[in-house]
């Protein structure tokens, strides 16, 4: 059984550009959350996919979207990145009413 | 809105002793689940402790306790024995039990054990 991986571990945008996320679910997990944890923050939920549609959002732009796709992985989309959007993404996947397992994160920086 | 506050930016400890982080958190609801996690340098976010609000009874896990306090709306976490790998930043989390089941975090302690 892998557990949650995501891609890639590090990157870095250009104010204005658009970036894609990737999360892998942990095997057989129908439910994938997206959270961003600027630094020295808890970490925010920005969305939750279950069965591939988006169930439930937080408090960001609509430049904030998302994929989940039949095998459950997962991607995040920003687009017209922003210095603010500089932050480490967790991916966090889990069946319902059941824990929550995360991934080592993608630090995106925003230059 | 749920809410969760941690008001401990950062705790150092003496290895092999005790330390207590503290959370509070406010909702209008009464069917939640409470976690702490830990964030060690790695970033990924492991689960330590969880505790279903209906059940009374604290939960444990090895050297991890929680003191629950539904009325009080206070979750702490007690570490007994602290060991070096111990060291991290340690979220307090709150899920509902309904709808999207979306975590709300805290800002975090950072524990330093001190050898």
């Known amino acids: 059984e892998t557990g949650v991986t995501q891609s890639p571990t590090h990157l870095i945008k250009t104010r204005g550009q658009q970036v894609t996320l990737r999360c892998s679910s942990q095997s057989g997990h129908n439910t994938v959350s997206w959270y961003q944890q600027a630094l020295g923050q808890g970490p925010q939920f920005i969305f939750q996919?279950?069965?591939?549609?988006?169930?439930g959002r937080g408090n960001f732009p609509p430049r904030f979207s998302g994929l989940q796709f039949p095998n459950y992985s997962s991607e995040l989309n920003v687009n017209a990145l922003e210095l603010d959007d500089s932050a480490l993404y967790l991916c966090?996947?889990?069946?319902?009413?059941?824990?929550?397992?995360f991934g080592q994160g993608t630090r995106l920086t925003v230059v | 809105a749920q809410t969760v506050t941690q008001s401990q930016p950062e705790m150092s400890v003496q290895e092999a002793e005790t330390v207590t982080l503290s959370c509070t958190y406010d909702?209008?609801?009464?069917?939640?689940?409470l976690f702490w996690y830990k964030q060690p340098p790695s970033r990924q976010m492991i689960l330590v402790i969880r505790?279903?609000?209906?059940?009374?009874q604290n939960a444990t896990e090895n050297r991890f306790s929680v003191n629950f306090q539904k009325a009080a709306k206070s979750f702490s976490l007690k570490i007994s024995d602290s060991q070096l790998g111990d060291a991290a930043m340690y979220f307090c989390?709150?899920?509902?039990?309904?709808?999207?089941?979306?975590?709300?975090f805290g800002t975090g302690t950072r524990l330093t054990i001190i050898p």
């Open positions: 909702t209008s609801e009464s069917d939640y689940y």
């Open positions: 505790q279903e609000a209906y059940k009374q």
């Open positions: 989390a709150y899920r509902p039990n309904f709808g999207n089941e979306k975590l709300t």
């Open positions: 966090a996947s889990s069946f319902p009413h059941s824990e929550a397992f």
């Open positions: 996919y279950y069965r591939e549609e988006e169930n």
